[in-house]
């Protein structure tokens, strides 16, 4: 290697090196998003108490996971139609759960959320950077924002996820033909 070569790699590795200890201290102190997710402890209920994912999904019952945020407009507006989707199909072939990416820092926010809006499905409650790390870990892709759902089989296997408003209507025709699919299967 030539000398202009070396000191270009030695100024590169200085500039960076602060870059690198910061990184290596932020992983020491807080625990990664994926550790958490790893050892199912991203979740609780509004109570406090540790909850899974897993613990909702595979009862026989397709689960709709509807991610949200107390300050989301879009989640503001859609719970109703949620609520009632729960309501009609809570004793048959469906259940709604609901996920607040609030955290502990807006717990409150979410808490009223929920009082105002009377919801009448169980949500559980998560830090943002690990709600998101979840959702990536379970669909492949990234969680953009909110809304954001999940669409698990009675069997508990993830059959579709979407990031946005989606119309209960669709979640319905879609569970209809699938649940036609499995059982010509």
Not at 79 to 87: G, I, L, N, S
Not at 96 to 105: F, K, P, Y
Not at 143 to 171: D, N, R, S, W
Request: glycine share 8%; net charge negative.
């Amino acid at each position: 290697m030539n000398t202009y070569v070396k000191a270009l790699f030695s100024l590169c590795l200085m500039l960076l090196f602060p870059f690198l200890v910061f990184a290596g201290e932020q992983t020491k102190t807080q625990p990664s998003a994926a550790a958490a997710t790893k050892a199912g402890i991203v979740l609780t209920d509004f109570a406090g108490k540790p909850r899974t994912l897993e613990e909702f999904a595979g009862d026989g019952k397709w689960l709709v996971v509807m991610i949200w945020a107390s300050d989301c407009h879009i989640c503001n507006a859609e719970v109703p139609e949620y609520m009632a989707f729960h309501d009609a199909h809570k004793d048959k072939d469906a259940t709604v759960l609901g996920i607040s990416m609030d955290g502990e820092a807006q717990k409150k926010d979410a808490q009223e959320f929920l009082d105002r809006h009377l919801v009448n499905f169980p949500s559980l409650i998560g830090e943002a950077v690990a709600v998101t790390a979840l959702y990536g870990k379970l669909t492949g892709s990234y969680l953009a924002g909110t809304p954001a759902f999940m669409i698990y089989t009675p069997a508990g296997e993830l059959a579709a996820k979407q990031v946005g408003a989606v119309p209960v209507k669709l979640i319905e025709e879609f569970m209809a033909a699938n649940t036609k699919a499995a059982n010509k299967g």
